[in-house]
């Protein structure tokens, strides 16, 4: 459980993506403890029944986030967050992004209009990422180039097949975010 | 037969019934940068620490008895005590200053998230994957 005590650096990768494309799944594939999930605070406007001026308010709900590790040597561990790509949470974004490596961007390619926002959220906190389009093995392949074209992503972003379901597909996605990462620090 | 509001839900350890602000005892959340997701803490086990160890709340005893043997990060502290993640800073914070628990940030703040962080991490996955 205990994470080695020569530990000193803790890096982190968001798993990013709308509901339901598979952040889960893919941090459980890749994660080396039992994936585990923080409770975390977000302001919200909103108006109650008896605000009769109907100025939105602000209330506080918690939103679960999911998360996984990977000791990658006796110094360095990575972990790795699943960060809801709605708009409503971008206070954890803040906190997320800020040191965060980099981002990699599940999309199903059956619902690419939802993951506009997500690409926006990554976009706006500066995050480089890559694209991994979840694929179920015994489903059609998806062009990538038409998942290129249609989230008009740069020709530098990989964009990379995975199914999250399974750990090496999961790590290959992984890595070819990180070899992004790499040739984008020049 | 009537049931009252949330009698079907799963008990968990923090009852909504306890307010968060008596279980981090009114007190507010550390700055942004203090506490991150995954800054790495443990116990120091330190002697004076054992007498105020004595005076902790239920809910902070808890985050001691988790770091008592080793490194966890903040978020995996939420993560096994199911407390919310600011009520964890905030405990965090109080029994950093009553010497109980020590901090290490995530990358030294001298260092950028720089290349040879990066290919370190690059290195690590192709170890414990293949590539």
Redo the contacts between chains.
């Keep these: 459980?205990?994470?080695?005590?020569d530990?000193?650096?803790?890096?982190?990768i968001l798993i990013v993506g709308h509901f339901g494309v598979g952040k889960t799944t893919c941090i459980g594939s890749l994660s080396e403890?039992e994936p585990?999930?923080?409770?975390?605070?977000i302001t919200e406007a909103s108006v109650g029944f008896d605000d009769l001026s109907g100025t939105p308010d602000k209330t506080t709900t918690?939103v679960a986030m999911d998360?996984g590790?990977?000791t990658?040597?006796d110094t360095?561990?990575?972990?790795l967050?699943g960060t809801p790509g709605q708009e409503r949470f971008k206070e954890m974004w803040?906190?997320?992004s800020?040191?965060a490596?980099g981002a990699l961007v599940l999309v199903d390619p059956e619902r690419l209009h939802e993951s506009f926002p997500v690409l926006d959220l990554v976009e706006r906190f500066g995050l480089t990422y890559a694209i991994a389009v979840n694929h179920f093995e015994g489903t059609t392949h998806y062009p990538l180039d038409e998942v290129r074209e249609a989230l008009n992503l740069t020709d530098e972003t990989p964009v990379v097949e995975c199914d999250v379901r399974d750990?090496?597909s999961s790590?290959?996605a992984?890595?070819t975010l990180?070899?992004h990462?790499?040739s984008q620090?020049? | 037969m009537p049931e009252g509001p949330g009698q079907d839900e799963e008990l968990e350890l923090t009852s909504p019934l306890v307010p968060l602000f008596v279980i981090t005892n009114g007190r507010a959340l550390p700055p942004d940068h203090e506490y991150e997701h995954t800054t790495l803490v443990t116990a120091t086990g330190a002697e004076n620490g054992q007498v105020a160890a004595r005076t902790l709340s239920p809910e902070a005893g808890q985050v001691m008895d988790l770091v008592a043997d080793g490194f966890l990060s903040v978020a995996e502290v939420a993560g096994h005590t199911h407390l919310p993640l600011g009520v964890v800073r905030i405990l965090l914070a109080q029994l950093e200053e009553d010497s109980l628990i020590l901090a290490r940030t995530p990358i030294p703040r001298a260092e950028r998230v720089d290349r040879e962080l990066v290919s370190a991490v690059l290195e690590g996955l192709k170890n414990r994957f293949g590539a």
Excluded: C, W
Excluded at chain 1, 7 to 12: Q, R
Excluded at chain 1, 76 to 79: A, D, G, N, P, S
């Design positions: 459980m205990y994470l080695d005590p530990v000193s650096h803790a890096v982190k403890i585990l999930r923080t409770e975390e605070e918690t998360f590790r990977l990658l040597s360095l561990v990575l972990y967050f803040e906190e997320l800020r040191g490596l750990e090496n790590a290959q992984l890595i990180v070899k990462l790499m620090l020049g």
